[in-house]
Structure formats: C-alpha cells, structure tokens
C-alpha cells in the first residue's frame, strides 16, 4: 500500500463527514478510476487558472493523473498570461467595497478584475496578442488549420515568451500539458480575450474565421477520442459548472444515442466541486442522478458532488492524488 503524506493523512483524518467526507470519497473514486485502468476527464471552468490551479495541476499532468481536459476559453489563455506577467497582477482584498468609480479607475489602469485579483491588460493580453497574432497568420497562409488548443501549444513550445516568464515554469499547467501534447477541448472558445481577439482579425479581413477550428469540429474529435480510450472506462471530474463541463460530458448520448453505438460505455466515474444549487432549471446545480436520464451516467457510476468552493477543494484532491 502507497504512503501517503501529510495532507492526504489529514483529510483522512479530520475530514469525516459532510462535504468534507464527499472530498475523501472522491479523491478515493478517483485513485481507484486510475489503478482500474481507467484514463480520466477534468474540465476546468470559473477562473482557476488565475486562482493558479496550475501550482498542482501541472504535476497531475506530469504524473499521468489526467488523460485529457475540457476548459473555458479564458483558462487557456489566463495560465499562460500568469506565466509571462504574474508581477504585473495586482490583488484587490477589500473587493466586495469597490464602488462603480473604483471599478472605472481599475479599467482606466488596464486592470481587469476577476474577484479579488487583477489581469494587467498591457503585460497579459498584448504581451501575447502580438505573437499569437503572427502563428495565426503563419497558419493560415501555409493552408494549415488547428485547435485554439493547439494554438496555445504552439506559441507555448515556441519559445518566444521565455524572456518574459515572471514563475517557474513548471507551475504553468498549459506548460505542462503542452510538453505531454494532452488533448484539450475548448468549447465556446470565441469568448475568451484570444478569441474576441481573432474574431477582430476576421471582421477586419486579415485573418478567416476558419483558420482555428471550430466546436463542432471539437465535438467530433472528442467522440473519436472516446471511443478509442474507453475500452477499461473514462471518468469526469468537474471543477464549477458551465460550459466546460456541460460540452464533454454529452459527448455519450451523442454517440450512443444519436450515432446508435448502442456499445457506449457511460462515464465511469462523476465528480463535481460547485457551489450552484439546485433551483429554476440550474444545470450545474443539478444532482448527478438527473445526468442518468439524460444516458451520460449510469445507474452504477460512482457519483459524488461537493458543495465547496473550487479553490479550496481541488488541490487537495489532487494533493491526495499526488500522495501529498
């Protein structure tokens, strides 16, 4: 039996009931998803990569603890943006005490703010903007179509933001990720800074629309991804709600439904960390057990939700995962 280390003995220990039981049940799940055989999903929604999720999560790549991910258009973009401009960011504590002219101010400094931190627009976005801008067009002008995913790899493996890299470089997951070519989907990517940004090259005719691939093109390179890694299962641990989970997790009934492969193994294992609720329709804030009805899940999947806040319960599940 592995040993594991001080964080994993203390959640063992003193995490015993409630939401705080649902975290060791499904760090458990999920350890034993992988010692099965089974490869695991996790998608990545809310601002974790500013909350600098890639601190531990660029070690779950490493060790082989995520086969693939799903996550928004702004945490493509925002692990690299902390990676080349973390000085820059400015932490705003007393954000709940901004007024509407504290708010203008922080915009008129290039500040925007995501809760209680600040992305410098000047050292972030354009730092980026010009480089990701010439791959584009490179791109498009050899004929060559790809992923905002394999966009990102592309600039990242480049090298040419190594002059302005403020961490190290093995705390930026996207780093990690790029280095190990992990697959990622990126649905509704076009609302991201990056994607608004390409949208503005096509509206002024430099670049065309269909130079970065599309979701539905995402949509049928994650069935063919599914389909040729499910033999022994493919869990889905969800961080937050929205999107990023809501496009992958379909990809099931798709198949087994739409595309009659009747065969298709449901999820095998299902974990969410969110602090929706369940009311008016909220899809995040649904139970697991609503997901059967909609043939993702099935009736034997190992199910869990965990009503927390993100920041805080991710890394220990990952720190459990990594023997922490």
Not at 14 to 23: D, E, G, I, R
Not at 162 to 179: L, N, T
Not at 262 to 285: E, H
Request: proline share 4%.
């Amino acid at each position: 039996m592995k040993t594991k280390g001080a964080i994993s003995q203390f959640i063992e220990n003193y995490y015993l009931h409630f939401n705080a039981a649902a975290v060791v049940d499904a760090a458990r799940g999920y350890e034993q998803q992988l010692e099965q055989g089974a490869k695991m999903l996790v998608s990545l929604a809310g601002a974790m990569s500013t909350a600098e999720i890639g601190k531990i999560f660029s070690e779950m790549i490493r060790r082989d603890k995520v086969q693939i991910i799903s996550c928004t258009g702004a945490n493509l973009e925002e692990d690299i943006m902390n990676l080349v401009a973390h000085s820059h960011y400015k932490r705003v504590p007393n954000y709940r005490d901004l007024t509407p002219q504290d708010e203008w101010e922080l915009l008129e400094q290039g500040l925007n703010r995501v809760t209680d931190t600040c992305i410098p627009e000047e050292e972030a976005f354009r730092r980026i903007q010009e480089h990701m801008v010439k791959i584009w067009k490179d791109a498009e002008t050899a004929g060559e179509r790809y992923f905002p995913h394999e966009f990102m790899y592309k600039l990242v493996l480049s090298g040419v933001l190594e002059e302005y890299y403020e961490i190290d470089v093995k705390d930026s997951w996207m780093y990690a990720a790029a280095k190990a070519n992990i697959p990622i989907i990126v649905p509704g990517w076009e609302d991201s800074t990056m994607g608004n940004i390409f949208a503005s090259y096509v509206v002024k005719g430099e670049l065309k629309a269909n130079t970065v691939k599309s979701g539905i093109e995402y949509m049928t390179f994650l069935a063919d991804w599914y389909t040729a890694n499910s033999q022994n299962g493919i869990g889905f641990f969800q961080i937050g709600g929205g999107i990023a989970g809501d496009f992958p997790i379909c990809v099931v009934p798709m198949l087994s439904q739409d595309l009659e492969r009747t065969a298709t193994p449901f999820w095998s294992y299902f974990c969410q960390i969110s602090d929706s609720t369940t009311s008016y329709g909220s899809y995040s804030g649904a139970v697991p057990n609503e997901k059967i009805t909609w043939g993702k899940l099935d009736i034997n999947t190992p199910k869990f939700i965990i009503e927390s806040d993100a920041t805080i319960v991710a890394p220990l599940i990952f720190a459990y995962l990594l023997d922490m």
